[in-house]
């Protein structure tokens, strides 16, 4: 069983920061991508930003330049510094990993985070 848990979520002033993180752990042989996903009520889930294990990055056109996500494969942990957040980054966030379980051959599986919540607002 794998398990993400997300942490650092909370409320914020419009220009402010917060820092997202996610930690993976169970019966894990290698993780691809993780990525961090959000959903605003009434909206469909979006990316906002991934990473490969080799550190390619890409992010929502509504958050480059604000937020930069990182990942440590040795602890099997992605983050998301946000920046300069906006009204409109008020979401749910989810950590998503592409995970190759140890004793699995051919797939790999999506794993998702409970959600952390963000919510910038004045």
């Known amino acids: 069983q794998v398990q993400l848990v997300e942490s650092g979520g909370g409320l914020v002033q419009p220009g402010g920061s917060l820092r997202l993180s996610c930690a993976a752990s169970?019966?894990?042989?290698?993780?691809?991508?993780m990525g961090w996903y959000r959903q605003a009520p009434g909206k469909q889930r979006e990316s906002v930003a991934t990473?490969?294990?080799?550190?390619?990055?890409n992010y929502a056109d509504s958050v480059k330049g604000r937020f930069t996500i990182s990942r440590d494969n040795a602890k099997n942990t992605v983050s998301l510094q946000m920046n300069s957040l906006k009204s409109e980054d008020t979401a749910a966030y989810y950590c998503?990993?592409?995970?190759?379980?140890?004793?699995?051959?051919?797939?790999?599986?999506?794993?998702w985070g409970q959600g952390t919540q963000v919510t910038v607002s004045s």
């Open positions: 169970g019966s894990i042989d290698s993780i691809s991508t």
């Open positions: 998503n990993a592409n995970i190759l379980l140890r004793g699995s051959y051919y797939y790999t599986n999506d794993y």
């Open positions: 990473i490969t294990r080799g550190g390619s990055t």
